[in-house]
């Protein structure tokens, strides 16, 4: 089972950081986790000399460290539950472009998990700013990106984590077995997450039949009930594939697991970013776990155009997982 011991959190005081810090200790609490508040600034910055008593990096350092400590204190002092006390927190300055920084110390510190705050004051008015996505190419570790309006872990017995899975079968022999390890690494997060913080969980996936369009129309016209059989092939492919996914995951976890959660399946046709960002809404998910990246050892290959578009139009909190394998192009 998925258990991270180690927590990153990128700290930004020009955000609202109080839901993302309700999560962290939730999740910290929950595994026994360390945590490390990672505050960045842009060095460059001091090339501009504005005063003789402009602020030297050493003090400018020390104020970062001490918004650190005033966030976790202020979150502690409106949720009394938040005892900071109980959980192992170092506080960490870095130096240079932030989300590259970040990637170097989640390398350097070898940790379980990136949580951060979304970013979605960008020009490109995204859900996710485009800080957000460098961390979900670039990070090797699991991101989990904290809206900053939500449920707080106190109402933890009203949430719902959404898991989308792939379990369509049209790809070649080893992409469909990173495809199949990546959706077990999907539904290990979901299921711990479940499990520590008591929420209901939802495992969805999209299915479709390639060409099906076409071969009504234009001059292939195959005869209905041949495409209808096509058809109906694909989803019977698909809805095999998703039993024997959530057999294994009952095998890993065990039945008794298994009845606990009692997790809804659903097997939708439609394209992937409809389906996923419909059913978030559809069921009110908090939080949905997804993958990111289906091929392994590529390093510097980006997201895919199907995980980008489900994670422009998702309202939610993510956490984006990498398979197993997978090789940052950031290096120190």
């Not at 240079?96 to 004051?121: A, S």
Request: charged share 25%.
């Amino acid at each position: 089972m998925w258990v991270p011991k180690k927590i990153a959190f990128v700290f930004n005081s020009a955000v609202d950081n109080q839901q993302a810090l309700h999560q962290v200790f939730s999740t910290a609490i929950n595994n026994q986790a360390s945590l490390t508040l990672i505050s960045i600034f842009n060095p460059s910055i001091l090339s501009f000399k504005l005063s003789d008593d402009f602020t030297p990096v050493e003090e400018l350092e020390d104020n970062l460290k001490v918004l650190q400590k005033q966030a976790l204190e202020d979150s502690q002092r409106h949720n009394p539950e938040l005892d900071w006390d109980k959980i192992d927190v170092t506080f960490t300055v870095l130096a240079g472009d932030p989300d590259l920084e970040t990637v170097k110390e989640v390398i350097r510190g070898n940790y379980d998990l990136l949580i951060k705050t979304v970013d979605n004051q960008g020009l490109l008015k995204r859900v996710f700013g485009r800080e957000d996505m460098r961390l979900l190419r670039n990070t090797p570790c699991p991101v989990w990106l904290v809206q900053s309006q939500g449920l707080k872990s106190a109402n933890a017995h009203s949430r719902k984590i959404l898991a989308a899975v792939d379990v369509n079968a049209l790809y070649k022999d080893d992409e469909m077995e990173v495809r199949r390890e990546l959706n077990l690494k999907i539904l290990e997060t979901a299921y711990s997450l479940a499990i520590s913080e008591s929420t209901d969980l939802h495992v969805v996936s999209a299915w479709s039949a390639p060409f099906e369009n076409s071969l009504a129309s234009g001059f292939i016209r195959e005869p209905a009930e041949k495409i209808e059989e096509y058809v109906t092939e694909i989803e019977r492919t698909c809805q095999r594939n998703f039993d024997q996914l959530m057999a294994r995951l009952e095998e890993r976890f065990g039945a008794e697991t298994q009845h606990y959660l009692n997790p809804k399946t659903a097997l939708i046709k439609g394209s992937p970013d409809t389906v996923i960002t419909q059913q978030a809404q559809d069921i009110g998910a908090d939080l949905v776990v997804m993958g990111t990246v289906a091929r392994r050892g590529i390093a510097g290959l980006v997201m895919g155009n199907t995980a980008e578009s489900i994670l422009d139009r998702l309202g939610q909190s993510v956490i984006a997982i990498k398979p197993t394998g997978f090789v940052s192009p950031v290096k120190l």
